[in-house]
């Protein structure tokens, strides 16, 4: 969905929420920046913020106009942009793909302005049980944890909050993260068809993901 339909209610989505809150003309890095789906998102919620990315295997040809984007590998290079330079952090559903989150996170803490803050978002361990899609739509979703095979382990907010605290941030909450327009349509999509939307909902309805956010201390 466009998130530009969220300006008026961004608590409908829990990664919205927290974009929201970013200061006006802030500057935001998103870590795992992927194919640029999430800044897409991002920049249609908030336009005026500048913002960074950085991903071993990005696609900067598919970002947000003006978008400053650093290849790197997040377990061994530091990243190049200054300290306390940022604004706010995602890092959505990339911890689960490196086997080392050391450095990310030390990045992150030097990164932050203080008293900003970082969400990460990440395969809640319920995943580990939910079937995978069959017939026809074997394949097309993940739905399994292991259904994305660059998946390394789960990484549950207990682990994480303990390995950021190590790092010089501060947790201030974790919990399910959940759109709850995509939650409201399941029970109607559940009687149709496989699809990309239905799976969606789906994940919505049981809350297949888990979110973090912690700051840099103040």
């Known amino acids: 969905m466009n998130w530009k ?3 008026p209610a961004p608590w409908l989505d829990t990664r ?17 920046s992927s194919d640029g789906e999430t800044l897409g998102h991002i920049a249609e919620l908030r336009p005026d913020l500048r913002l960074f990315a950085t991903d071993l295997e990005g696609r900067p ?14 377990q061994t290079t530091p990243l190049p942009w200054p300290d306390a330079s940022l604004d706010a952090i995602t890092c959505m559903h990339q911890i689960e793909h490196l086997h080392d989150i050391t450095l990310l996170l030390r990045e992150a803490a030097r990164l932050l302005k ?3 803050e970082i969400y990460f978002e ?10 995978s899609p069959t017939g026809k739509s074997a394949g097309s979703f993940t739905l399994n944890f292991f259904d994305d095979a ?3 382990r789960v990484v549950t907010t207990g682990q994480l909050a303990k390995e950021a605290e190590a790092a010089g941030l501060e947790v201030l909450r974790s919990g399910v993260s959940r759109n709850w327009l995509f939650t409201a349509a399941y029970p109607c ?30």
């Open 16 to 32: 919205a929420r927290f974009v929201a809150v970013t200061p006006r003309k802030g500057r935001l890095l998103d870590i795992g």
């Open 122 to 131: 990440t395969p809640h361990p319920k995943s580990l049980k939910i079937p």
């Open 61 to 74: 040809e598919r970002y947000p106009t003006g978008c400053e984007f650093h290849r790197g590998d997040l």
């Open 189 to 218: 999509l559940a009687l149709m068809p496989d699809s990309r939307k239905k799976f969606t909902s789906f994940i919505h309805w049981i809350g297949w993901s888990a979110y973090l956010i912690a700051r840099r201390p103040k």
């Open 114 to 116: 203080p008293g900003a």
């Open 5 to 7: 339909w969220l300006r």
């Open 150 to 152: 660059t998946h390394v």
